[in-house]
């Protein structure tokens, strides 16, 4: 087999077998170096993204609303409230939304889905650069992580992404929810280590990670920071306390009168 690791380049061997999409079966790979699990060939993509959120992700409002905790704290942590930040490939824009609220400078891009939410307020990697980028439930995604997030990694030197680690075994399609069969979307599947590579290949000094966020980063980072990324629910409590602050310092009502600004204009 000539196959190699998405992340790490280095050669996979056949894993087991499953089924996505409810009729299309699909051979997994696994990296002998990183542990990487991929979905070898994933023909069936045009198919699975005819909507860009899948109907099954009924957890995309409540998701947020957590890791918009999560970030702010993080944020407060490595002490850039005043910056400028991202959410790539970002969906309909309600991340955006919930950081703006809170008075956090957040553009959003998306390729794929429509900004629902925060239309007016976008951004671009390319030629940018920004104090930290999030990319939440992405790396699954991805068919070549290292292209597809480089002109990321060049925009920032503070990447917060998320994405479920593999247990210990790798368990086998039936065995885990994060393969995601029926929607067919989930095709890249991390291990702590291969993180680690993905780190390295993107430029980044380092990466920090726990089972769900991870925080890649060129730089030091705090202790604050790493520990907040290594217990999410310690970060989204301390995010939940401090949203009341936050909104002193809320983006909503200029927001809303940028937009209306933009309407009159096009009238």
């Not at 050669?11 to 990183?34: K, N």
């Amino acid at each position: 087999m000539s196959k190699t690791c998405r992340v790490c380049d280095r050669p996979v061997r056949r894993f087991a077998e499953g089924r996505v999409l409810g009729d299309t079966d699909v051979t997994y790979l696994q990296c002998g170096s990183c542990g990487l699990v991929m979905a070898d060939d994933p023909t069936w993509l045009d198919r699975a993204y005819a909507e860009a959120i899948a109907d099954l992700d009924v957890g995309l409002l409540d998701r947020c609303q957590i890791l918009a905790n999560v970030t702010s704290s993080v944020l407060r942590a490595e002490h850039l409230r005043g910056g400028r930040f991202l959410d790539w490939a970002g969906g309909y824009g309600v991340l955006t939304r919930l950081m703006r609220d809170r008075g956090y400078d957040f553009a959003h891009v998306d390729a794929y889905a429509a900004n629902i939410f925060a239309a007016g307020f976008t951004g671009d990697p390319a030629g940018q650069r920004f104090d930290l980028v999030t990319a939440f439930e992405v790396l699954e995604h991805l068919t070549d992580p290292v292209g597809e997030l480089a002109s990321v990694a060049s925009a920032t030197d503070r990447l917060l992404v998320t994405t479920q680690v593999l247990p210990t075994p790798a368990p086998r399609p039936g065995g885990w929810d994060y393969y995601a069969p029926e929607s067919g979307q989930h095709i890249t599947f991390y291990t702590h280590r291969s993180l680690e590579v993905l780190a390295q290949r993107l430029g980044y000094d380092g990466v920090v990670t726990s089972s769900l966020v991870h925080l890649l980063h060129r730089g030091p980072v705090s202790r604050a920071a790493r520990m907040l990324v290594r217990r999410p629910a310690l970060g989204y409590g301390l995010g939940h306390l401090a949203a009341i602050a936050d909104r002193r310092h809320s983006l909503m009502m200029r927001d809303h009168d940028a937009v209306r600004d933009r309407l009159a204009q096009g009238r």
